[in-house]
């Protein structure tokens, strides 16, 4: 948890273009749970062994990409004194009741340089893993397709990457893990709030807005590999791997969902705390830095973005 009180991220709403297809995908093919359904039609998934109601929201639009990402804090003190921080650097912050996304408490969007749009609630219903709470089982029969264990991370695409780690540093409390730089310009940021070596990433790009890709948590590179099974057996459009980062260390396949969203699915980087100093990759090493075996730039995996 960062010092400011933000926990982790909490949940993202990604816009797919049929809502059956995308069905399909995410709880038959990458195996999480639908938890809810709303009036609006918003579908509401969660990875098994997430504790809260929800961490994925799939809303039926004509354009694929991420309405927004949320954060979970400490507690509602919490929120409001990160609610005056972001306002008092200048962010456009607007409140969102309780119950708009159904078992979520109230929520403070805000807008950020790189055009993204994040927010912070301090309260969603407890929903529990299926292992209950008292000599719990270690893991859930039943589970469908790769069996991701959560959602965790999202890496974002926008023009002014400086301003966004700015206000995650500064205001959020995160801590700036990796860095991908050209001479003085940062290209690409990892921050964290947790032990993770990111919580989210940003790559600089001339569009703002845009949607690189959502993660879920595997267990081992053997998951990875049968999620790579999985991937071939249902023909899902395949973007890279398996392989390596070297950049967070992750082994990792990306896949797209069928709205063209791209989705990764990884196991296993290091343990972050605060103190640790920033690594940094450089441009002529770029190649390693995103495929540490191929170490080679591949056109479709930095172009495409939704
Ligand atoms: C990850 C990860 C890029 C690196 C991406 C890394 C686009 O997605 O989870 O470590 O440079
Ligand atoms: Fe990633």
């Not at 509401?44 to 961490?55: A, I, P, R, T, V």
């Not at 996304?101 to 529990?128: I, M, Q």
Request: hydrophobic share 35%; proline share 3%.
């Amino acid at each position: 948890m960062s010092q400011s009180g933000v926990l982790r991220p909490g949940h993202v709403c990604i816009r797919v273009l049929d809502m059956d297809e995308a069905r399909t995908h995410y709880i038959e093919r990458l195996g999480l749970i639908e938890t809810d359904q709303d009036d609006q039609g918003r579908v509401y998934l969660k990875g098994w062994d997430e504790q809260d109601w929800f961490s994925v929201v799939l809303r039926e639009a004509d354009e694929p990409g991420m309405d927004f990402m949320g954060f979970k804090v400490r507690d509602k003190d919490t929120l409001e004194a990160l609610a005056g921080k972001l306002e008092a650097h200048g962010c456009n912050v607007e409140r969102i009741p309780a119950g708009e996304l159904n078992h979520c408490g109230e929520r403070v969007r805000f807008d950020s340089p790189t055009g993204h749009f994040f927010e912070l609630y301090a309260e969603k219903e407890w929903k529990g893993n299926g292992l209950g709470l008292e000599n719990p089982d270690s893991w859930q029969e039943g589970l469908k397709g790769m069996q991701v264990s959560r959602y965790d991370h999202c890496l974002l695409y926008g023009d002014d990457v400086d301003g966004t780690v700015d206000l995650f540093r500064e205001v959020l409390g995160f801590g700036l893990t990796e860095k991908v730089v050209d001479g003085d310009l940062v290209i690409a940021a990892f921050l964290s709030c947790s032990n993770k070596a990111h919580d989210i990433a940003l790559v600089r790009h001339p569009e703002k807005g845009k949607f690189h890709h959502a993660s879920f948590l595997l267990n081992s590179w053997e998951e990875v590999l049968r999620a790579a099974d999985l991937i071939s057996m249902h023909d899902i459009s395949l973007d890279i791997g398996p392989t390596r980062h070297g950049i967070t260390r992750g082994r990792t396949i990306y896949f797209f969902d069928p709205s063209g969203n791209r989705n990764e699915v990884f196991c296993g980087d290091y343990t972050w705390y605060p103190d640790h100093p920033t690594i940094t990759w450089t441009a002529d090493n770029l190649g390693k830095a995103i495929f540490y075996h191929d170490r080679r730039l591949n056109e479709n995996f930095l172009g495409v973005v939704t």
